[in-house]
């Protein structure tokens, strides 16, 4: 009897110190994840600390500039000296545009009207504030001052301007805005193929990278979207109406949340939602604008019915950027120089293979090709053998080797000379096949 009361206080005993061990090791555990609940705290109370006192040190420096975005823009201290652009009267823009005929009417957008003209015997786009619009006439000049600095292939061209008459004058896209393209409002036009679709997206990235690089402060666009990017004759893409770019003296970094007094910009549905909440403004603004431009939301637009030929894989990386490009924090998305204009640039390689082998858009001349690359060249140069080569080839070979890529036999000089017939037959075989879509 004794021996089985024992044992029993015994196993009740061992059951007690197991238990006691239990809640030892959860209290640990506890006590464990309250200090590192108390460490983050603390060092998220720091990091509070220290984003006050640095927005307080750039208080000086942001009311500055508030100070100098609020100063009137004066157009002829603007132009004045200015030797790149040409001033225009106020006679020369209303004889241009037949004193502003609805018949020369093309566009019309969120501060002015923007008539077709030709001035300097050459097709121009004029842009007309309007008179309601005379309180955004510094968002105008703005316009001006930025666009007189810039230079890339991507980005429309300034002329010049008419300071009386408060008119800029552009650079004539004969294709309108990938907008009206991508819904086919001009009568006539086709669905444009996804291979032109995608080097356009390509181009239009290449142009935001250099606003975004450019010195001494990066430029953000605040309004990039379809209706904003303009086509030329050969529906090459350049990025227009930076009336709302903005200067950014200090670029936030992505990880850091800062409130900042800033006039929202922009159309709703391309605007960056970090944007929207906190009004900073980052190059990465612009990023999430891309992204919604290509698929916002509803990429069976982007790849729909009307072009049966994109090929599924290409179109899942290009679906699974455009996510990436619109996640709704900046630290979220990709960066553009890095790792967006990398991926454009693959598939844009792969497209323009297509687009030169598909049998469907017509197939080039045998002698417009390359013997050495085997592509369609850009830059055709004749060897001493007679033929023509990309230049890039032919220079590489000859500085190697003395003999000839097509016949074998031994070249008489390695001399080579620029094929100006060859080169404008290729382009104007180019021409055409853009100009069936």
């Known amino acids: 009897?004794?021996?089985?009361?024992?044992?029993?206080?015994?196993?009740?005993?061992?059951?007690?110190?197991?238990?006691?061990?239990?809640?030892?090791?959860?209290?640990?555990?506890?006590?464990?994840?309250?200090?590192?609940?108390?460490?983050?705290?603390?060092?998220?109370?720091?990091?509070?600390?220290?984003?006050?006192?640095?927005?307080?040190?750039?208080?000086?420096?942001?009311?500055?500039?508030?100070?100098?975005?609020?100063?009137?823009?004066?157009?002829?201290?603007?132009?004045?000296?200015?030797?790149?652009?040409?001033?225009?009267?106020?006679?020369?823009?209303?004889?241009?545009?037949?004193?502003?005929?609805?018949?020369?009417?093309?566009?019309?957008?969120?501060?002015?009207?923007?008539?077709?003209?030709?001035?300097?015997h050459t097709p121009v786009a004029v842009k007309i504030l309007r008179e309601d619009a005379i309180g955004r006439r510094d968002e105008f000049l703005r316009e001006v001052e930025v666009l007189s600095q810039l230079r890339h292939p991507h980005l429309l061209m300034l002329l010049g301007a008419c300071p009386e008459s408060g008119c800029l004058v552009y650079e004539y896209m004969e294709n309108g805005s990938l907008e009206d393209r991508l819904f086919l409002r001009q009568e006539g036009t086709r669905p444009l193929p996804w291979f032109v679709r995608v080097r356009i997206i390509f181009e239009v990235a290449r142009g935001l990278a250099f606003l975004h690089g450019?010195?001494?402060?990066?430029?953000?666009?605040?309004?990039?979207?379809?209706?904003?990017?303009?086509?030329?004759?050969?529906?090459?893409?350049?990025?227009?109406?930076?009336?709302?770019?903005?200067?950014?003296?200090?670029?936030?970094?992505?990880?850091?949340?800062?409130?900042?007094?800033?006039?929202?910009?922009?159309?709703?549905?391309?605007?960056?939602?970090?944007?929207q909440r906190t009004g900073t403004l980052r190059p990465k603004s612009d990023l999430y604008a891309f992204g919604s431009a290509i698929e916002g939301g509803r990429f069976p637009?982007?790849?729909?019915?009307?072009?049966?030929?994109?090929?599924?894989?290409?179109?899942?990386?290009?679906?699974?950027?455009?996510?990436?490009?619109c996640q709704l924090r900046c630290r979220d998305r990709p960066d553009l120089e890095s790792e967006v204009i990398p991926e454009l640039a693959r598939l844009a390689d792969m497209a323009d293979s297509f687009s030169r082998l598909s049998p469907s858009h017509g197939a080039a001349p045998a002698h417009f090709f390359c013997p050495i690359l085997q592509v369609l060249m850009e830059n055709p140069y004749i060897a001493a053998?007679?033929?023509?080569?990309?230049?890039?080839?032919?220079?590489a070979w000859v500085e190697k080797q003395k003999i000839s890529p097509v016949t074998r036999f031994k070249l008489q000089h390695t001399c080579i000379t620029p094929n100006h017939s060859l080169r404008s037959a290729i382009q104007e075989w180019k021409s055409g096949l853009t100009a069936q879509y």
């Open 1 to 120: 009897m004794l021996s089985a009361e024992c044992s029993e206080e015994t196993r009740r005993a061992r059951e007690a110190l197991q238990r006691e061990e239990v809640l030892k090791h959860i209290a640990a555990e506890e006590k464990a994840k309250h200090l590192l609940a108390l460490r983050e705290a603390r060092e998220a109370r720091q990091l509070l600390v220290k984003e006050a006192s640095e927005r307080r040190e750039r208080e000086p420096e942001a009311d500055a500039i508030t100070e100098a975005s609020k100063k009137p823009v004066n157009a002829d201290d603007l132009f004045s000296g200015h030797g790149t652009h040409r001033r225009y009267s106020r006679g020369e823009i209303e004889a241009a545009t037949d004193f502003f005929s609805a018949s020369r009417k093309i566009g019309e957008g969120g501060f002015g009207i923007v008539y077709k003209a030709v001035l300097d």
């Open 214 to 275: 450019s010195k001494p402060e990066p430029i953000v666009h605040r309004d990039l979207k379809p209706g904003n990017i303009l086509l030329d004759r050969n529906l090459v893409s350049k990025i227009g109406d930076v009336g709302l770019a903005k200067l950014v003296p200090r670029v936030v970094p992505d990880g850091v949340t800062e409130y900042r007094e800033t006039v929202l910009a922009g159309t709703l549905h391309y605007m960056d939602p970090e944007y």
């Open 301 to 325: 637009e982007v790849i729909d019915r009307t072009v049966p030929e994109w090929p599924l894989a290409q179109a899942e990386r290009l679906a699974r950027m455009c996510l990436r490009c």
């Open 385 to 395: 053998d007679g033929f023509s080569y990309e230049y890039r080839a032919i220079k």
